[in-house]
């Protein structure tokens, strides 16, 4: 099983690819269904954070859902069943580092499913899709 892992914050310079190719695995264009997000440090001199799943392996995001649509996934993280989830946030709120985007046109989450897509676009080496130990 892999995970994504930010190997080297350092090196990001904003350019969100990886948001725009996260997006694309839905067939949009933009950064509405992104489940990575690129945010500034505070201005271009002090850097980027990217937000994305972590891959617990006591996910609370998946402890705070009250009709199981959050499952947990092998290796860490979890794995969303749309058509049980209410859309009611808590898993949203309940993460501890604001990973859980939400796409506002279905009113659900948008979580990383540790797919790699985004790996791909990133010309500075930021990503990784690494084994999980």
């Given at each position: 099983m892999k995970r994504l892992v930010v190997v080297d914050v350092?090196?990001?310079v904003g350019c969100q690819l990886c948001m725009l190719a996260c997006s694309r695995r839905f067939g949009v264009v933009g950064h509405n269904?992104?489940?990575i997000w690129v945010r500034s440090a505070g201005g271009f001199e002090r850097g980027f954070t990217l937000v994305v799943c972590r891959?617990?392996?006591?996910p609370p995001c998946a402890r705070a859902c009250p009709t199981e649509a959050l499952k947990v996934r092998d290796g860490g993280g979890v794995i969303l069943s749309p058509s049980k989830c209410t859309g009611c946030g808590f898993c949203r709120d309940a993460c501890d580092i604001g990973a859980?985007?939400?796409d506002y046109e279905v009113d659900k989450p948008v979580i990383c499913t540790h797919c790699g897509f985004c790996v791909g676009y990133c010309p500075h080496g930021v990503l990784s899709l690494e084994e999980v130990v």
């Open positions: 350092n090196k990001c269904k992104s489940a891959a617990c392996r006591d859980v985007m939400w």
